[in-house]
């Protein structure tokens, strides 16, 4: 099997932030890059157009489906259509932010859920290392979308920000491992003995199409998870992470993708119920 490559977003709303995207071998990249820009002409877009979950009034992309008059939910819909009929998995860790962030704010005044975004991939690579291990591949190579910690470096337990703080963690990672994925038994050695490529790949969403697709991924999950947990789930976003349901990693869910493909920190019992009720 080819090296497995990681296409990394986030997405923040509120007190949750979303951290993962889309499991694709490396071999196959080239050909799922193919199909979506087929996907973006098919709209009306030029294929280089960039697609986002959640467009911005006055952005290029909006602007142009309104043209067509089409919206961006029509966008969005063909976006996950097209990632359910794809040859990759998805991985998405949905962090809560609980603590008291009057108290933190004394010590680091940036303190948000977003403190937590290295702590996520952590999560994820777990997945993705044990994907490799499992599957036999020759290694994996990691593309995160430019994470938003800041400038400043602030370091806490888990709690990492600033300009380097992904490199830095990962290279800690790479040396050291991320902890076992949830199979409880891979991969528990440093990433070099997965054979992950040395160092994580920073890119940009705005021309990188695989990274487009990790936004509509993870921030279909995001609307999705804080819709349920606000008691009031938007039916629409429902249908779209329904249909991508089928390819979050389910290895070793309990059932199929639950704890595995999806994770959620800190757990929470009741809201991970009404979650699975709403996909029924």
């Given at each position: 099997?080819?090296?497995?490559?990681?296409?990394?977003?986030?997405?923040?709303?509120?007190?949750?932030?979303?951290?993962?995207?889309?499991?694709?071998?490396?071999?196959?990249?080239?050909?799922?890059?193919?199909?979506?820009?087929?996907?973006?002409?098919?709209?009306?877009?030029?294929?280089?157009?960039?697609?986002?979950?959640?467009?911005?009034?006055?952005?290029?992309?909006?602007?142009?489906?309104?043209?067509?008059?089409?919206?961006?939910?029509?966008?969005?819909?063909?976006?996950?259509?097209?990632?359910a009929s794809s040859?990759?998995?998805?991985?998405?860790?949905?962090?809560?932010?609980?603590?008291?962030?009057?108290?933190?704010?004394?010590?680091?005044?940036?303190?948000s859920v977003r403190?937590?975004?290295?702590?996520?991939?952590?999560?994820?690579?777990?997945?993705?290392?044990?994907?490799?291990?499992?599957?036999?591949?020759?290694?994996?190579?990691?593309?995160?979308?430019?994470?938003?910690?800041?400038?400043k470096e602030f370091?806490?337990?888990?709690?990492?920000?600033?300009?380097?703080?992904?490199?830095?963690?990962?290279?800690?990672?790479?040396?050291?491992?991320?902890?076992?994925?949830?199979?409880?038994?891979?991969?528990?050695?440093?990433?070099?003995?997965?054979?992950?490529?040395?160092?994580?790949?920073?890119?940009?969403?705005?021309?990188?199409?695989?990274?487009?697709?990790?936004?509509?991924?993870?921030?279909?999950?995001?609307?999705?998870?804080?819709?349920?947990?606000?008691?009031?789930?938007?039916?629409?976003?429902?249908?779209?992470?329904?249909?991508?349901?089928?390819?979050?990693?389910?290895?070793?869910?309990?059932?199929?993708?639950?704890?595995?493909?999806?994770?959620?920190?800190?757990?929470?019992?009741?809201?991970?119920?009404?979650?699975?009720?709403?996909?029924?």
């Amino acid at each position: 099997m080819s090296t497995l490559s990681f296409w990394v977003d986030e997405s923040e709303k509120g007190s949750l932030l979303a951290v993962g995207g889309v499991l694709v071998e490396w071999d196959e990249v080239g050909k799922v890059v193919k199909g979506w820009r087929t996907m973006k002409v098919n709209l009306g877009l030029d294929q280089a157009a960039e697609v986002k979950w959640s467009l911005p009034s006055g952005h290029r992309t909006r602007k142009a489906l309104e043209l067509s008059n089409r919206s961006t939910r029509d966008l969005s819909a063909k976006a996950v259509d097209y990632l359910a009929s794809s040859a990759m998995s998805l991985v998405v860790v949905v962090m809560f932010e609980q603590r008291q962030t009057s108290w933190w704010k004394s010590i680091w005044a940036k303190a948000s859920v977003r403190d937590f975004y290295c702590e996520g991939l952590r999560y994820a690579l777990q997945r993705v290392a044990e994907e490799v291990v499992e599957t036999g591949a020759s290694g994996a190579i990691v593309v995160c979308d430019t994470p938003e910690l800041g400038t400043k470096e602030f370091t806490s337990g888990s709690i990492r920000r600033g300009s380097k703080a992904v490199e830095k963690a990962y290279a800690e990672w790479y040396a050291a491992g991320v902890g076992v994925g949830p199979g409880k038994q891979q991969h528990s050695g440093p990433l070099k003995d997965a054979e992950f490529h040395p160092s994580i790949l920073i890119g940009d969403a705005t021309y990188h199409d695989m990274l487009q697709m990790a936004d509509v991924v993870v921030g279909a999950t995001r609307d999705w998870v804080a819709s349920v947990n606000d008691g009031k789930p938007d039916p629409w976003v429902t249908q779209q992470v329904r249909t991508l349901s089928s390819k979050f990693r389910a290895r070793h869910g309990q059932p199929s993708f639950w704890g595995d493909g999806l994770v959620l920190w800190p757990w929470q019992n009741k809201l991970w119920e009404a979650l699975k009720r709403s996909l029924q």
